[in-house]
């Protein structure tokens, strides 16, 4: 379940009973983590929207994606 709030975003994950607070980057981040884009496309649709390069925002995608399979928000797994 999702609730925005501002620019955060509040999910909870009723398999675990837990809350989340995403921030503005990782909501942006979860909202592109569809199921269809792999975290290079992610990062690559991010620097377009904030005129930085890719290769500078993979690893902090990547991250991201990473908190959100170990909290097991995501149905399917963002590829690589």
Known sequence: ??????????LFNPATETYFTLNRSAREVWELADGSRTLKEIAEELAVRYELAADRLIEDVSAIVDSFNEATLLDRRVQH
């Open 1 to 10: 379940m999702e609730q925005p709030v501002d620019d955060e975003l509040i």
